[in-house]
């Protein structure tokens, strides 16, 4: 295939639990896309890459204090079998290697937009709560990135959630029937409600809005709703406070 045409996507993951993988790319959008070929995702376990004889992956940290570090060498060892090289510098144009952590910047539609338009292939490193050695961070990391204010025991709810987030965006990922415009946050909104038969249930009725066919009054119905949603729940991203208005 033409390399200029190829727009399809590789996803690398490290991680010490491989098995928290087995079943959560095989459903949905994701299953497709993969099924299509438009993203491969490979799981890798990163004691496998571990070195010494009892296959070590983390170490107490230097300087005391709770918990267990990841180790360098074998993350250094996965990264250079994966990439060819564990000089960011050198790495293939595209390539990605994103730490996940809650010290990471944080991962908003934008980010996921950026990885989805300029990335060929991510390697996602799941750190551990308590620490990766930071000469992974200052040398193979390209990206650190969290997914919110709260703390993870470990990375890999974060690499699903970035995935998921990714792959939607890549081209031809939704079905015709679907389209990612109109997602929350591409437009700085959250989404309108949504309603479908019975057009009335215990007693509920389904706006008369919806109803009647009138399409320029159904648009300006769903955008006042998005609006009163997103003043309600997400003032923030009205107000562009906290950089939460990124898109
Ligand atoms: Cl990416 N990792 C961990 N361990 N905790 C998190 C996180 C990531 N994002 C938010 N909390």
Redesign the pocket.
Known sequence: MNEEMDQSMKIDVLTIFPEFFDTVFEFGIIRRAKLAEIVEINVHDIREYATDKHKMVDDRPFGGGDGMVLKPEPIFAAIENLIGTSDRDAYPAGTRVVL???Q?RPLKQAVAREFADEAKHIVMIC???EGVDERVNATLVTDE???????????EP?AIVIVDSVIRLLPNALGSDTSAENDSFERGLLDCPHYTRPAEFRGMAVPEVLLNGNHAEIDKWRFEKALEKTKLNRKDLLTGENGESER
Do not use: E, H, Q, W
């Open positions: 996940l952590s809650p990471g750190g551990r709560y990135v969290s997914i919110g204010d709260y703390v993870l025991s470990g990375g974060a």
